[in-house]
């Protein structure tokens, strides 16, 4: 036994200066006649426009992070590291001098990034530090390293200065840290907000 499908319920047409009442021909039909089509089509082709840039923009983010460099990589996961930092202590004053003042906060490594480039994303030799120790006194070591002790022990610093061995990351590698980053971040300003 076969069941005849519904009739099509009347609808009000969409375009105000019309608003006829019409049952409509075909599905997903919103006027009644053509003349109402094209006084209608402004607003529809609003909606493509937007959907078609849309579009285009995702496609140009696919090409440009295919095109990135490791270096590029390498930059991002970079500052996204140094922002974790910065929020991870933000209550801490300054690793090397102490204070807490209204200035610029950096993400200072206690075993420089050029003397020990495996150490870059090590969270136990970066903590945040004022751009003045950081840039003027070159990191202020001494008290950036009597300090360290305090936070995070003596055997964690002697591991610091200790030999390690080299660490050459591949761009996959640095777009799975820069994700970790960006969610502990979130996490971070999430607990901030609450």
Known sequence: MRIA???PKPKKCR???CGASFVPSRLGQAVCSPA???IDAPRNQEKARKSLAQVARREI???KERIKTRSDHFRETQAVFNEWIRLRDAALPCVSCGRHHEGQYHAGHYRTVGANPELRFE????HKQCAPCNNHKSGDIVNY???LVKRIGQDQVEWLEGPHSA???TADEL???KAKYRELIKELKKGEAA
């Open 5 to 7: 499908p519904k009739p």
């Open 15 to 17: 375009v105000p200066e």
């Open 36 to 38: 109402c089509a094209i």
């Open 61 to 63: 983010k696919v090409r």
């Open 123 to 126: 969270p136990l030799n970066v």
């Open 145 to 147: 390293r009597i300090e």
């Open 167 to 169: 660490r050459k990351y």
């Open 175 to 177: 777009k799975a840290l």
